[in-house]
């Protein structure tokens, strides 16, 4: 299970409790898809452009805004997390994910999706990055790609375009 702190630092999109429960849901069914037998703490950051960009540049060395960004608390090595797990009680520390709504409400206009869909498909990606995947190769794009897909299809979300076109 996720307990997730969820902390609003902006105030472009209106967070509602159902963005909030969506958040969630990705979360726990990204855990159940992965097989993830330990209760996980994850922090969501909720935010804009400006915001992330200063991540991104502080982070990453990048300075543009992104759309999300993941910090995972656990280190990996191959396939395997490192067992020396840091706990809050019960729960595994999972990781931060930073989520620009700002970007994230500008993506799904442009891909003539909803927003719902889009902030779905940040939070998989973002969950995945904090159980250790990354897309720096082709290979390792086409698993996330994969596992996010089936991840947003067991929650019926779907890439339907806006026009009711598919």
Same mark, same amino acid.
């Given at each position: 299970?996720?307990? +997730? @702190?969820? &902390?609003? &630092? /902006?105030?472009?999109i209106d967070v509602t409790k159902a963005l909030?429960? +969506? @958040?969630?849901?990705? #979360?726990?069914?990204?855990?159940?898809? &992965? %097989? #993830?037998?330990? *209760?996980? /703490?994850?922090?969501?950051?909720?935010? *804009?452009? %400006? =915001?992330? =960009?200063? +991540?991104n540049r502080e982070h990453r060395g990048i300075d543009r805004a992104t759309d999300v960004l993941s910090f995972p608390m656990l280190s990996f090595d191959g396939d395997e997390a490192d067992a020396r797990y840091d706990y809050d009680g019960d729960a595994v520390l999972l990781g931060d994910i930073v989520i620009s709504l700002e970007r994230a409400a500008a993506q799904a206009e442009e891909y003539n999706h909803s927003m719902r869909r889009e902030t779905a498909f940040l939070t998989a990606h973002s969950m995945l990055h904090l159980l250790g995947y990354d897309h720096i190769d082709s290979e390792g794009d086409r698993i996330m790609r994969k596992k996010q897909d089936k991840v947003l299809t067991a929650l019926n979300i779907t890439r339907k375009r806006l026009t009711g076109e598919t």
């Amino acid at each position: 299970m996720a307990e +997730l @702190i969820i &902390e609003n &630092e /902006q105030n472009k999109i209106d967070v509602t409790k159902a963005l909030t429960d +969506l @958040i969630k849901a990705v #979360c726990e069914e990204v855990m159940a898809e &992965e %097989e #993830c037998g330990f *209760d996980a /703490q994850i922090s969501v950051t909720l935010t *804009d452009d %400006e =915001r992330i =960009r200063n +991540l991104n540049r502080e982070h990453r060395g990048i300075d543009r805004a992104t759309d999300v960004l993941s910090f995972p608390m656990l280190s990996f090595d191959g396939d395997e997390a490192d067992a020396r797990y840091d706990y809050d009680g019960d729960a595994v520390l999972l990781g931060d994910i930073v989520i620009s709504l700002e970007r994230a409400a500008a993506q799904a206009e442009e891909y003539n999706h909803s927003m719902r869909r889009e902030t779905a498909f940040l939070t998989a990606h973002s969950m995945l990055h904090l159980l250790g995947y990354d897309h720096i190769d082709s290979e390792g794009d086409r698993i996330m790609r994969k596992k996010q897909d089936k991840v947003l299809t067991a929650l019926n979300i779907t890439r339907k375009r806006l026009t009711g076109e598919t």
